[in-house]
T-cell receptor, first 112, second 114 residues
Framework: QKEVEQDPGPLSVPEGAIVSLNCTYS??????FMWYRQYSRKGPELLMY????GNKEDGRFTAQVDKSSKYISLFIRDSQPSDSATYLC????????????FGAGTRLTVKP | DTAVSQTPKYLVTQMGNDKSIKCEQN?????MYWYKQDSKKFLKIMFS???????INETVPNRFSPKSPDKAHLNLHINSLELGDSAVYFC?????????????FGPGTRLTVL
């Protein structure tokens, strides 16, 4: 079993839709939870990160963590064509020298 | 100003050759990483260095050898390249290995082995 599971998609939605991206993980030792956005032929850029269960909001983006279920989500409200990218979840075991694990990434296309 | 830079951006080479990829960060970070992104976009950590010392060494062939001449640089040397080495390799850095979560990535080096 992979340590981080993420549906690779692809996911295609119309402009203005609410997007839900999800990951599950297996190791409860992981402490920090991140979402990266990667545009085509670019390096991943950090979108949001959190270290606690619950919701964290930043503009149109909401990151949600449920540690009891080992489930993390990223919601995008009022999606825009510029949101079209691959979204990778990542989790980090902070007490093990920043050991980080990435999901496979979900490719999202927002159609005008 | 480029925070994490990698050279070359593209590398096409024959099987059996030896090649190096260079990475530099100007953020003053203590920790640097090499990741391999395969064709399915899955990012896997390969190595991590903290203050020039190896702290993470995942199961990668020993044909891959990281070298950190100083804490701002982490180079990746690959011997006897194989077809399966074709991938995008990302360098990254972070402030410390003790948590925080934010890693800054370079633009990636697309390696194609023919």
């Amino acid at each position: 079993q992979k340590e981080v599971e993420q549906d690779p998609g692809p996911l295609s939605v119309p402009e203005g839709a609410i997007v839900s991206l999800n990951c599950t993980y297996s190791n409860s030792a992981f402490q920090y939870f991140m979402w990266y956005r990667q545009y085509s032929r670019k390096g991943p850029e950090l979108l949001m990160y959190t270290y606690s269960s619950g919701n964290k909001e930043d503009g149109r983006f909401t990151a949600q963590v449920d540690k009891s279920s080992k489930y993390i989500s990223l919601f995008i409200r009022d999606s825009q064509p510029s949101d079209s990218a691959t979204y990778l979840c990542a989790i980090l075991e902070a007490y093990n020298n920043n050991d980080m694990r990435f999901g496979a990434g979900t490719r999202l296309t927002v159609k005008p | 100003d480029t925070a994490v830079s990698q050279t070359p951006k593209y590398l096409v080479t024959q099987m059996g050759n030896d090649k190096s990829i260079k990475c530099e960060q100007n953020l003053g970070h203590d920790t640097m990483y090499w990741y391999k992104q395969d064709s399915k976009k899955f990012l896997k950590i390969m190595f991590s260095y903290n203050n020039k010392e190896l702290i993470i060494n995942e199961t990668v062939p020993n044909r891959f050898s990281p070298k950190s001449p100083d804490k701002a640089h982490l180079n990746l040397h690959i011997n006897s390249l194989e077809l399966g080495d074709s991938a995008v390799y990302f360098c990254a850095s972070s402030q410390t290995p003790s948590g925080g979560g934010e890693q800054f990535f370079g633009p990636g080096t697309r390696l194609t082995v023919l």
